[in-house]
């Protein structure tokens, strides 16, 4: 499988983008769509994930604001970010896997097989 990110962008505080990540060569439905986010200095950390029968996690920080989608006819994620902080700044990642309904594996990067190649957002204040 092969993923494509897209969306970042410079967008003051408050603000809004919506990220995409188009998925080519594999049987998109069958796999969880993840998302992560790398800030300067900071370990990646898990964003939102969206299973492939549809039921969606989020991270605390970004409950009420963020919200990932799919479309499996599109082959693609989205992972809309609404009133975005200054510490949303990072480049974000889309990923894909057939994660365990095990404990909290959809949180490590370790569990997903297939990566994008980042986006960057960038928030101002």
């Known amino acids: 499988v092969q993923l494509q990110a897209s969306g970042g962008g410079l967008v003051q505080a408050g603000g809004s983008l919506r990220l995409s990540c188009a998925a080519s060569?594999?049987?998109?439905?069958?796999?969880?769509m993840g998302w992560f986010r790398q800030a300067p200095g900071k370990e990646r950390e898990f964003v939102a994930l969206?299973?492939?029968?549809?039921?969606?996690y989020y991270t605390d920080s970004v409950k009420g604001r963020f919200t990932s989608s799919r479309d499996n006819v599109k082959n693609t994620a989205y992972l809309q970010m609404n009133s975005l902080k200054p510490d949303d700044t990072a480049v974000y990642y889309c990923?894909?896997?057939?994660?365990?309904?095990?404990?909290?594996?959809?949180?490590?990067?370790?569990?997903?097989?297939?990566w994008g190649q980042g986006t960057q957002v960038t928030v101002s204040s």
């Open positions: 969206t299973r492939s029968g549809g039921s969606t």
């Open positions: 990923a894909a896997g057939r994660i365990p309904y095990v404990a909290s594996y959809y949180r490590s990067s370790n569990t997903y097989d297939y």
């Open positions: 060569g594999g049987a998109f439905p069958r796999y969880d």
